[in-house]
C-alpha cells in the first residue's frame, strides 16, 4: 500500500498532531518515516547583512534540529524506522519534491502560523495543491 510515510514539522504543538497520527500509521503499516524541517529561506533571504542572514539560519536550524530530535523520540517510543531531514527551502515545495508515488504525507491542518488562513494553514493548502502523493490532513486544532 504504502512505502514510507512522510511527516512534516515546523516545531508546533499543532504540526505534532499529525507526526504523531502519521507515527501511528508507520507503526501499523510496519514502514519507515521521514521526518522533515524546511528552513524557509523566505523568513531570512531579504535580510542585508551577511552576518544577520548566517545568525537567523542558525536560529531556524537549531528550532529544527529540536523538532526533528521530538520526533525522534516518538518514533523510538513506537519502535519506527525515522530518517530525519533538515533543509533549507520552501516548506511546500520541499515537502512534495520528497515525497514518491508510493508514499503518504501526514501534516497538520496549521502550524506556526496559526489561522492564517481560515480552514487549512498556507503550507497545508498548498501540499495538497502541489502532489501527487496521498495526503493525510489532520486537525491541527
Known amino acids: 500500500m504504502y512505502d514510507r510515510v512522510i511527516l512534516p514539522t515546523d516545531g508546533s504543538e499543532c504540526a505534532m498532531r499529525g507526526v504523531i497520527e502519521g507515527l501511528d500509521m508507520a507503526?501499523?503499516?510496519d514502514i519507515k518515516a521521514i521526518a522533515i524541517y524546511v528552513i524557509d529561506r523566505s523568513e531570512y533571504e531579504g535580510l542585508h547583512h551577511e552576518s544577520i542572514k548566517r545568525s537567523?539560519?542558525?536560529g531556524f536550524k537549531k528550532k529544527g534540529k529540536e523538532a526533528l530530535k521530538k520526533v525522534k523520540e516518538a518514533a523510538e517510543k513506537r519502535?519506527?524506522?525515522l530518517e530525519t531531514k533538515l533543509i533549507d527551502g520552501t516548506p511546500y515545495k520541499r515537502i512534495t519534491e520528497i515525497s514518491e508515488e508510493n508514499?503518504?504525507?501526514?501534516?497538520s491542518t496549521h502550524?506556526?502560523?496559526g489561522f492564517s488562513h481560515l480552514f487549512l494553514?498556507?503550507?497545508t493548502e498548498r501540499v495538497l495543491k502541489n502532489?501527487?502523493?496521498t495526503v493525510a490532513v489532520v486537525s491541527g486544532r
Not at 508514499?103 to 501534516?107: A, P, S
Open 56 to 58: 537567523v539560519k542558525g
Open 27 to 29: 507503526q501499523k503499516l
Open 79 to 81: 519502535d519506527v524506522e
Open 121 to 123: 494553514g498556507s503550507t
Open 111 to 113: 502550524g506556526l502560523s
Open 103 to 107: 508514499d503518504i504525507i501526514y501534516i
Open 131 to 133: 502532489t501527487e502523493t
